[in-house]
């Protein structure tokens, strides 16, 4: 890794973290880097430009990722969370994190979340998703999404929860849940569009006695 030509930006307000990941950036000579432990910057932000963001589960939102995802295109986007559970984390990529470092941060777990997200970058896995133009594509696949399969999607992959019960996606796509009755037509349409188009892999799981999550990693394309 080209150190001279990384910019690095943390915000946690974490004491330990901070300090660990300081003392590593300024041993491998990351010459620029930048520490916030108060309110996130949304100037700074929208006007500097990084390289890598890393970011405290503890002290960020959903839509401060996916703001700062927006605004921060190129950045490699890496979330420091105590977890370890796969379908949070894989939640959490819906909105833009390219990767995760596990609490407490030491020496060689930070090298490795770093690698693994260049490594990853145009990952083929990833689909990505179109409100505005209704498609979700992953490299020569385009598929076209209706509406309401839209608008579902989209609350799919904006919640804050990762599985969403029936009367919350109803009520999502603005729907009444003791008149309505399409939604598990409308699921069904959408899942075998997707198995067509996607040899057969499934868009969405239903989680029993709870609900419907995502079955893949999904990223907004803004």
């Known amino acids: 890794m080209n150190t ?3 910019s690095f930006l943390i915000f946690t307000r974490d004491q330990l973290a901070r300090q660990a990941i300081e003392s590593l950036l300024a041993q491998r000579l990351y ?12 100037e700074r932000i929208r006007k500097s430009r990084f390289t890598h963001i890393l970011l405290d589960q503890a002290d960020i939102s959903l839509s401060d990722v996916s703001f700062i995802r927006k605004n921060q295109k190129d950045a490699e986007i890496i979330l420091i969370t105590p977890s370890s559970e796969h379908s949070e984390l894989h939640h959490f990529s819906h909105f833009g994190i390219d990767g995760f470092l596990k609490k407490p941060v030491a020496d060689e777990e930070f090298i490795s979340a770093v690698s693994r997200v260049k490594e990853s970058q145009g990952n083929p896995d990833i689909w990505w998703f179109n409100a ?9 696949i385009t598929i076209p999404l209706t509406g309401t399969e839209s608008l579902m999607l989209t609350q799919l992959v904006i919640s804050d929860r990762r599985v969403l019960s029936k009367n919350d996606l109803i009520l999502r796509i603005d729907k009444d849940p003791e008149h309505y009755s399409g939604l598990e037509m409308c699921l069904s349409r959408l899942q075998k569009k997707f198995k067509t188009a ?25």
């Not at 505005?132 to 020569?140: A, I, N, Q, S």
């Open 132 to 140: 505005d133009d209704r498609t979700l594509v992953k490299e020569d």
């Open 4 to 6: 001279s030509n990384n």
């Open 198 to 222: 996607a040899n057969g892999d499934r868009l969405i799981r239903s989680v029993r006695n709870r609900g419907y999550c995502l079955a893949q990693r999904i990223r907004v394309a803004y």
């Open 31 to 42: 010459l620029s880097f930048e520490i916030e432990s108060g309110k996130l910057s949304s």
